[in-house]
């Protein structure tokens, strides 16, 4: 599968972004799909993650009750809405997802489809 990610850029702190990973390859619903960001100097982070088999949904600590990830079935899309911002989310944002579900599904090495990162820049 391929990804592609989009819908960064740059906003003032309280407000809201959302971002898009779209995919190709029709057994992409039934993946597990994930949200990763990198800001500079630091590591990749698990931000959030929908399981398809169980519809579950798995969010950071830093972000559950601002974010929320939804899925389009039809168009093969990832969403990641992003409310309240604050300059610490301020990183590349990227998306990737895996066949099936692993119990390390917070960690950037269960993952080997990527989109190329989209950079979200929140201003104090």
């Known amino acids: 599968v391929q990804l592609q990610a989009s819908g960064g850029g740059l906003v003032q702190a309280g407000g809201s972004l959302r971002l898009s990973c779209a995919a190709n390859?029709?057994?992409?619903?039934?993946?597990?799909k994930v949200w990763f960001r990198q800001a500079p100097g630091k590591e990749r982070e698990f931000v959030a993650g929908?399981?398809?088999?169980?519809?579950?949904?798995y969010y950071a600590d830093s972000v559950r009750g601002r974010f929320t990830i939804s899925i389009d079935k039809t168009n093969n899309i990832m969403y990641l809405q992003m409310n309240s911002l604050k300059p610490e989310d301020t990183a590349v944002y990227y998306c990737a997802a895996r066949p099936r579900w692993t119990v390390s599904y917070y960690s950037a090495t269960q993952y080997d489809a990527w989109g190329q990162g989209t950079l979200v820049t929140v201003s104090s």
């Open positions: 929908f399981r398809s088999d169980t519809l579950r949904q």
């Open positions: 390859g029709r057994t992409f619903s039934t993946y597990i």
